[in-house]
């Protein structure tokens, strides 16, 4: 009985210890999270001759380092969650590099009453990271299953605010316009005029334009009051194309 009594302290002890420890302490991906940051940091200082600055918003870093990257790829791939590269999530698509992830959501200066669409949902991560910095986010995948996965993930992980719909993102999503930005993660050969009708003067709007299959330019494009468009090319960038019918 009394040996019983010990080792029920004993655990009592061993699970107050346990909770008491931070929560980076309880997370097996904290250190390789850590790692993704320093990564991202590393490459933007490489690469801050095309960005015109030497670190990203500090806001976005940190979301970058609270979002768990490893719920949004499949099994096989969660040892290389953290790796600063785009990873395969099946039917032919890939994950963003956390790079990418990181510079084309401090490109698009959001602030928590933002209203945000993003054309190609796919693993619905940069839809993670938006969510936790604006109000709400309406992401569109024309792929179903990966519509679908996306939608469950960011339910079970309760991103709430965060829609996600199966359809081509090329018209944008009309029912929710207009938006304060606009987010292409998919290489088109061109701007697609309806998502430009959808952003709101004073809006901006990061896409990838080029040949499939090459290197495209990421450009940013802002819409002045008077609804006249300012393009800037940031920098070379490589996209799974935007398929669709149009
Ligand atoms: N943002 C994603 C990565 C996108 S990969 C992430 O964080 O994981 C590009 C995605 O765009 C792919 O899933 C692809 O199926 C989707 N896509 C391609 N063309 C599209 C279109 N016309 N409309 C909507 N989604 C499209």
Not at 174 to 183: C, N, W
Request: net charge positive.
């Amino acid at each position: 009985m009394q040996i019983m009594t010990r080792s029920c302290v004993f655990c009592l002890v061993l699970i107050v210890m346990l909770l008491s420890l931070p929560a980076v302490a309880r997370d097996k991906y904290a250190a390789a999270r850590q790692g993704m940051l320093e990564s991202i940091e590393a490459h933007v200082k490489e690469t801050s001759l095309y960005l015109d600055k030497e670190a990203l918003n500090p806001s976005v870093m940190k979301v970058m380092g609270r979002v768990p990257r490893h719920e949004f790829v499949p099994s096989a791939q969660k040892r290389f969650a953290y790796e600063n590269r785009p990873l395969p999530i099946g039917h032919g698509q890939t994950i963003s590099q956390p790079y990418i992830v990181a510079l084309m959501t401090d490109l698009l200066k959001v602030t928590a009453d933002s209203r945000v669409l993003e054309v190609g949902t796919g693993s619905g991560y940069q839809a993670a990271i938006l969510a936790e910095l604006v109000d709400s986010v309406y992401t569109i995948e024309i792929i179903k299953p990966l519509a679908e996965q996306a939608r469950e993930r960011l339910q079970r992980l309760a991103y709430n605010n965060v829609h996600v719909r199966t359809g081509d993102g090329y018209y944008g999503w009309t029912e929710h316009m207009p938006f304060d930005v606009i987010i292409v993660t998919a290489a088109a050969s061109h701007v697609p005029p309806p998502l430009i009708e959808q952003l709101k003067p004073g809006g901006r709007m990061v896409i990838p334009v080029g040949s499939r299959f090459m290197t495209q330019e990421l450009l940013l494009i802002s819409k002045q009051q008077d609804g006249k468009l300012v393009t800037r090319q940031i920098l070379p960038v490589m996209f799974v194309p935007l398929t669709g019918g149009h």
